[in-house]
């Protein structure tokens, strides 16, 4: 019996500064404008996937977060496999130097796929980014894929829209294209990370539920019932794009974080234009956007800025001078419940910087009828700009040599009755997966 060929990779989410909304074609999952995206470091947030093909398998599998998924029921998931299956390659062994698996032969292989996200899923931080790039990368790795990497992110866009833009690391274009088929369609990279490291991120989890109306659907509904989306799309995109791009090459700070308001609030109002309304955003995120605004007019200049995709989740953009001032801002309005307390913000030496550094002079007198709404933000991530998706050294797999997921660990020493629940109930493939990730492993 021929040994199980297997690959494993990481991928990471993305935020938008100019959004995507809006399908052109939904079948080929075109949009109606460009956007462009950061790649958020996956030091912090993060999917990894393991792929494991063999002629042995007679169909093909997927676990995500623990659970066991339909392959042949998910369109997307189909789509990303046929359009790797098609342009495969030979697979040549390192060791010995001979082809393993012909290109021909992949269509015959079925692969078993194990993955996990370190973060909640379909929370507004782009889960679905992080996961479809992340197995069209897999398998792009595993059938040795003969196009190019931004090739490779027209594939991803089928699985997911925004997971095209998380193929690459630094600041990620997604060009709308023009072509019917979509191949124009794909995700280029303007600058790396490297470009601008003074760039850095806060998220705010303000809910760690499942969205009420998924991305697509609410597209759907905006495409169909609102004129300011068209506007949007054929008038503000383009001009927005060219700026958006050149202050990112120019590390204008300002002029970035001010679009990426400006984008999202006009994103957020093509989802109230739409009827029926989408609130994806609620009270605690505008509050989150009344501080921002109020640090800013505190500081004298724009230190700070938001943005929302389809949940209540805020990522605060600031440079790296300004994070423990800006984070002091957040942990004065937003204070943590006493349950959440203890690792409340992912990073205590920022923590520890940000009561040094206290919040601006003036922002409490800015914001003086603002009362502190203690307990609403559950969670404070700081994260910054990373590399895009790549592959993991064979110890990090996720799944046995053949291709099924691992069997969890057992709860930790000591472990509460709840978590030893959550085990029982077979969470405890997931636990330990988000605490490994949030301890660096
Ligand atoms: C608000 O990429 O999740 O995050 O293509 O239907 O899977 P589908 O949609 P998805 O939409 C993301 C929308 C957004 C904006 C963005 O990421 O550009």
Same mark, same amino acid.
């Given at each position: 019996m021929a040994k199980p060929v297997q690959v494993t990779v990481s991928s990471p989410t993305n935020i938008a500064v100019i959004k995507y909304w809006g399908k052109r074609d939904a079948k080929a999952n075109t949009p109606i404008n460009s956007s462009v995206s950061i790649t958020i470091n996956q030091r912090d947030l993060r999917t990894v996937t393991t792929v494991t093909a063999s002629k042995e398998f007679s169909k093909d599998r997927l676990w995500l977060n623990g659970t066991e998924e339909s392959v042949a029921d998910n369109k997307r998931v189909l789509a990303v496999f046929r359009e790797v299956r098609a342009r495969a390659g030979d697979r040549v062994d390192s060791t010995t130097g001979e082809v393993a698996v012909k290109a021909a032969d992949w269509a015959s292989m079925r692969v078993y796929v194990v993955s996990a996200n370190n973060f909640p899923t =379909? #929370?507004?931080? #782009?889960s679905s980014a992080a996961g479809y790039a992340a197995l069209a990368h897999a398998l792009g790795e595993l059938m040795c894929y003969t196009g190019s990497l931004d090739e490779l992110s027209a594939v991803a866009r089928q699985g997911?829209?925004?997971?095209?833009?998380?193929? *690459?690391? @630094?600041f990620v274009a997604w060009d709308m294209g023009a072509k019917a088929d979509g191949t124009d369609s794909m995700a280029r990279q303007v =600058?790396?990370? !490297? *470009?601008?490291?003074e760039l850095d991120v806060l998220i705010l989890v303000v809910s760690d539920a499942k969205k009420t109306v998924s991305s697509t659907s609410g597209m759907d509904t905006s495409i169909k019932t609102s004129k300011l989306l068209a506007h949007r799309a054929a008038s503000v995109v383009p001009e927005r794009m060219v700026r958006m791009e050149a202050a990112y090459l120019a590390r204008d700070f300002a002029a970035f974080a001010e679009l990426a308001m400006a984008d999202s609030n006009q994103f957020h109002s093509t989802c109230l234009d739409t009827y029926p309304p989408i609130f994806y955003m609620n009270d605690v995120s505008r509050a989150v956007i009344q501080v921002v605004h109020a640090f800013n007019s505190a500081c004298g200049e724009t230190r700070a800025g938001y943005t929302f995709d389809a949940g209540p989740n805020a990522v605060l953009l600031t440079r790296k001078e300004h994070t423990a001032q800006l984070l002091a801002a957040v942990l004065a309005f937003f204070p943590p419940s006493a349950e959440a !307390? =203890? @690792?409340?913000?992912?990073d205590a030496a920022l923590r520890a910087q940000a009561a040094k550094a206290g919040q601006p002079a003036g922002l409490p007198a800015l914001l003086a009828k603002m009362a502190p709404l203690k307990g609403l933000v559950k969670k404070v991530y700081h994260t910054d700009v990373g590399p895009g998706a790549h592959p993991l050294d064979d110890a990090e797999s996720l799944a046995t040599p053949n291709g099924l997921p691992h069997a969890p660990p057992p709860p930790p020493a000591g472990a509460t009755w709840g978590i030893q629940l959550a085990w029982a109930l077979g969470l405890g493939y997931p636990l330990a997966c988000i605490g490994g990730a949030l301890m660096g492993k």
């Open positions: =379909a #929370a507004g931080l #782009a997911s829209g925004s997971a095209c833009r998380s193929l *690459h690391g @630094g =600058a790396p990370a !490297e *470009h601008w490291p !307390e =203890a @690792g409340f913000v992912n």
